[in-house]
């Protein structure tokens, strides 16, 4: 079904019972991990579980709208994200494994260059209208680090590509696009159900924001070395 994005999993009853018991079974299955212990795949385990979880949840949808998201299409992949610290450990090892040492090294320097805009945008009340593209993005307007990107953007799909446009071009008047709401309340739902789930462990269950949380991450001294 698609539409728009609701505000709150409250607005509508069918939407609240979708995202009410995405959210219990995100729950339990963080919960069944974390049962087992630390370990040093337990942030891509968890974010494995609530990715599987996430799609079996859109897939159960009856009637999907048509989807206008495809590769290069990033006008929703310019405003904040914000993620549980299980998915940043995991673009963390990811970049890691994938990006040379001058690759990380620009990223971090980009990161800084974006954490100080959103600073000067948020005191100026002007954060969600910027339209700051993701670091991520690529000379071609696509996602970098698309295998494993942020549960909240994996949910976040418009049927429309000329109406998200127009919103990034006029974000005060434009309506909002057309969204999938399905998907996007499968994504909260999962979110929240991971986020909650750590919470209750004793664990960092917050969400922070993208550009932040790589930072404190991607430190210099676990760089690869060479011989």
């Given at each position: 079904?698609?539409?728009?994005?609701p505000?709150?999993?409250?607005?509508?009853?069918?939407?609240?019972?979708?995202?009410e018991s995405?959210?219990?079974?995100?729950?339990a299955?963080?919960?069944?991990?974390?049962?087992?212990?630390?370990?040093?795949?337990?942030a891509?385990?968890?974010?494995?579980?609530a990715i599987?979880?996430?799609?079996?949840?859109?897939?159960?949808?009856?009637n999907?709208?048509a989807?206008?998201?495809?590769r290069g299409?990033s006008?929703?992949?310019?405003?904040?994200?914000f993620?549980?610290?299980?998915?940043?450990?995991?673009?963390?090892a990811?970049?890691?494994?994938?990006?040379?040492?001058?690759?990380?090294?620009?990223?971090?320097s980009?990161?800084?260059?974006?954490?100080?805009?959103?600073?000067?945008?948020?005191?100026?009340?002007?954060?969600?209208?910027?339209?700051?593209?993701?670091v991520?993005?690529d000379?071609?307007?696509?996602?970098?680090i698309?295998?494993?990107?942020?549960?909240?953007?994996?949910?976040?799909?418009?049927?429309?590509?000329?109406?998200?446009?127009?919103?990034?071009?006029?974000?005060?008047?434009?309506?909002?696009?057309?969204v999938d709401?399905h998907?996007?309340?499968?994504?909260?739902?999962?979110?929240?159900?991971?986020?909650?789930?750590?919470?209750?462990?004793?664990?960092?269950?917050?969400?922070?924001e993208?550009?932040?949380?790589?930072?404190?991450?991607?430190?210099?001294?676990?760089?690869h070395?060479?011989?």
């Amino acid at each position: 079904m698609s539409g728009a994005a609701p505000r709150s999993p409250d607005d509508d009853p069918h939407w609240r019972r979708l995202y009410e018991s995405t959210r219990t079974a995100a729950v339990a299955d963080a919960q069944r991990r974390l049962a087992d212990g630390p370990s040093q795949s337990l942030a891509h385990d968890l974010v494995a579980e609530a990715i599987a979880r996430m799609e079996q949840v859109i897939a159960s949808d009856a009637n999907p709208p048509a989807r206008a998201c495809k590769r290069g299409c990033s006008w929703c992949c310019r405003q904040p994200v914000f993620l549980t610290a299980p998915e940043a450990v995991a673009v963390v090892a990811h970049l890691r494994a994938t990006w040379n040492n001058d690759q990380l090294a620009a990223l971090r320097s980009d990161l800084a260059m974006r954490i100080a805009e959103h600073r000067t945008l948020r005191e100026d009340r002007r954060l969600l209208t910027a339209g700051l593209p993701c670091v991520f993005l690529d000379e071609d307007n696509a996602c970098t680090i698309h295998g494993v990107r942020p549960l909240i953007c994996r949910g976040f799909m418009s049927s429309s590509a000329e109406a998200c446009a127009e919103r990034y071009i006029d974000p005060v008047n434009a309506p909002p696009p057309p969204v999938d709401v399905h998907a996007y309340t499968a994504a909260r739902g999962v979110l929240h159900g991971l986020s909650a789930a750590l919470t209750d462990a004793g664990m960092a269950g917050g969400m922070g924001e993208l550009n932040v949380l790589l930072a404190q991450l991607l430190s210099p001294a676990q760089d690869h070395t060479t011989a």
